[in-house]
């Protein structure tokens, strides 16, 4: 799931996938 949210550190599993994809 490549949700464009914020990538902030305590945030559900997915904002892993953010993370990843953002940068």
């Known amino acids: 799931m490549?949700?464009?949210?914020?990538p902030v550190g305590p945030n559900?599993?997915?904002d892993?996938?953010?993370v990843i994809?953002?940068?």
Do not use: C, S
């Open 2 to 6: 490549n949700l464009d949210a914020i």
């Open 12 to 14: 559900p599993p997915w």
């Open 16 to 18: 892993i996938n953010v």
């Open 21 to 23: 994809e953002i940068p």
